[in-house]
């Protein structure tokens, strides 16, 4: 269930998500302003359970107001990373990813964080290396890719005046 800003128990949880990820996401999360509208979604990493991402993202997006060509972009960047998370990151049994999205002022924008507690394999299905990560380095003003033992943590931040 994603959360917001007013449950106290979610920003215990989320700080103690933040301490699994590499340096840039944990320092996002730190510095978050939690009594900002934000989203927190930890799902099943399937392809069944995109949709769900998808419509709470596009909620959250739409809660803080954002000019809605900048939705789109941010609606594809982050289905493409949920996608290779959950194409790439499980082999057999499907573990978890997460997004993390937050608005903030300095600079104005949003960041967003999709992270995976998955190893990276080649699908038996993928015929080539892609086009998703540089797209998703195309669509945002700032992107950080991040492989470790624990998984793959995508950040990614966009630039935008905010009401």
């Known amino acids: 269930m994603p959360q917001g800003h ?3 128990p979610v920003a215990f949880l989320l700080r103690s998500w933040a301490n699994t ?13 939690l009594a900002r ?8 990493a399937t392809h069944s359970r995109l949709p ?17 060509p900048l939705r789109h972009d941010i609606m594809v960047a982050v289905d493409e ?9 499980f082999a057999a049994t499907p573990g978890t990813v997460t997004l993390f999205a937050v608005s903030h002022d300095d600079p104005p924008g949003v960041t967003v964080i999709v992270a995976d507690d998955g ?7 993928a015929k080539s290396s892609g086009l998703g990560l ?16 624990s998984g793959t943590t995508v ?9």
């Open 52 to 68: 769900l991402l998808r419509s709470h993202l596009w909620d959250w997006m739409s809660k803080v107001d954002l000019p809605v």
């Open 6 to 8: 007013d449950e106290e």
């Open 155 to 163: 950040v990614m931040r966009w630039t935008a005046p905010l009401d």
């Open 119 to 125: 190893s990276w394999h080649v699908s038996p299905h």
């Open 81 to 89: 990373a949920a996608t290779n998370a959950a194409t790439h990151a």
């Open 37 to 44: 509208q934000y989203l927190y979604l930890p799902i099943t």
């Open 21 to 33: 990820l590499p340096a840039p996401a944990a320092e996002v999360v730190a510095t978050a302003d």
């Open 134 to 149: 540089p797209m998703l380095a195309n669509l945002a003003d700032h992107f950080d890719l991040h492989h470790q033992d």
